[in-house]
């Protein structure tokens, strides 16, 4: 068994614009990444779809520099990874015989 931790890494690969230039050059995740809830404290472990587009600088002091503009949005829950589906409550009735006054 290997001691390599792949969490928190990912990878990008060339993307297929085909005739949409508003496609992402770029498309991939990053997988087993760790979240931590500032509210509560509790780590989820989540997955993200990235895409990335090639992009040159037009103003400023990297004016005509290469560089990727990213975004990112979370995986969702495969079905079969996804909290299995409880089953209906039964909602509680109370009988006007049952208040003891």
């Known amino acids: 068994m290997s001691n390599y931790d792949n969490s928190n890494t990912g990878s990008l690969s ?3 614009k ?4 508003k496609r992402p050059d770029l498309k991939g995740s ?15 472990i989540v997955g993200f779809w990235l895409s990335a587009w090639q992009r040159v600088a037009k ?14 949005s979370q995986m969702e ?11 209906p409550q039964k909602k509680a009735t109370v009988e006007d015989d049952d208040i003891p006054f």
């Open 30 to 44: 990053l997988k087993d990444v760790h979240v931590t809830c500032g509210h509560c404290g509790k780590v989820s």
């Open 59 to 72: 103003t400023g002091a990297n004016e005509g520099k290469k560089f990727l503009s990213l975004t990112c």
């Open 14 to 16: 060339r993307n297929d």
């Open 77 to 87: 829950p495969k079905s079969n990874e996804s909290a299995p589906a409880k089953a």
């Open 18 to 21: 085909g005739d949409n230039e």
